[in-house]
């Protein structure tokens, strides 16, 4: 009897190439090369807990002593040190990227309904640029969005009108490659360690801000399907309630999730202004 034909394939080359993934293929690629570094198969499975064990009992001390440990400079200083020293290039680019994306996101959002707040104009494209308080400053830019949609009308616009794709690009980024580093850790494994110092200078309810940031990306992907009248955005929801308040969470694998969640929907928005770009052309 003829053996049957075994296949053995590659699980990172099935990702590579999965047609219901919408990101740019190179990306694709160094998110896959990230997660196949070694400081992921070996170092992050300890930093995940030791993480948490250590800002939770940050947070416990922090019931007693509620004020700010840390300047924010010097977490800013700290982390941008760290990134440049123990973090690989290409994750140092993709946490960069995220900064960016994120901003034409809450922009496209901004440009396509009345709300009457100004455009947001935080995008780094270096290591320096993410001094200055912007980890932060990302932050409250969603809160910001948000509260400045209160009562603004959510729908497509009418015919003629057409959405504002405008400043969805992503301008180059310098994630200083010739930089000599002691490690090259992956994203993952970075955000366990920078989550220790950022729980640190933020006060409780910074942190609580901060991590309950992440839970309003489904109240985004609701935003961009109706903007676009698109249920594409909706199938990326995970069904996180803005009303559920708790920050006791994996905090770094929340961050890793939601800049995903951030990469489909942007990749999403460049397909559609590509669509919209030739429709016109052909009117």
């Not at 969005?145 to 980024?173: C, M, N, T, W």
Request: charge should be negative; hydrophobic fraction near 50%.
């Amino acid at each position: 009897m003829a053996e049957p034909v075994r296949s053995d394939p590659s699980m990172w080359a099935a990702v590579a190439v999965d047609p219901a993934v919408p990101i740019d293929r190179a990306v694709v690629r160094k998110i896959i090369a990230d997660q196949r570094r070694l400081s992921r198969r070996w170092l992050y499975p300890l930093a995940r807990p030791f993480s948490r064990v250590v800002v939770a009992l940050i947070s416990a001390v922090k019931r007693v002593l509620p004020f700010r440990w840390m300047p924010l400079a010097t977490m800013d200083a700290l982390c941008i040190w760290y990134l440049r020293r123990f973090v690989s290039p290409d994750a140092v680019e993709l946490l960069i990227r995220h900064f960016v994306i994120e901003t034409n996101l809450v922009n496209f959002v901004l440009r396509n309904t009345d709300a009457a707040i100004p455009p947001v104009t935080l995008r780094p494209v270096s290591l320096a640029e993410l001094g200055d308080h912007a980890v932060v400053e990302h932050d409250v830019n969603v809160y910001d969005v948000l509260i400045a949609l209160d009562g603004v009308p959510l729908a497509p616009p009418s015919p003629p009108a057409r959405l504002d794709f405008a400043e969805l690009d992503i301008p180059p980024i310098d994630a200083e490659r010739r930089r000599l580093r002691l490690l090259r850790l992956d994203i993952q494994t970075a955000l366990c360690v920078m989550n220790i110092p950022f729980s640190m200078a933020l006060t409780m309810e910074e942190y609580r801000r901060a991590v309950h940031s992440m839970r309003f990306d489904d109240s985004f992907l609701e935003i961009l399907a109706v903007l676009c009248d698109d249920d594409t955005f909706r199938h990326w929801k995970n069904g996180e309630l803005t009303v559920w308040m708790d920050s006791n969470v994996d905090v770094p694998r929340m961050v890793y999730r939601h800049a995903l969640i951030c990469e489909y929907a942007h990749a999403h928005l460049v397909k559609l202004a590509a669509g919209a770009d030739a429709a016109a052309t052909e009117a």
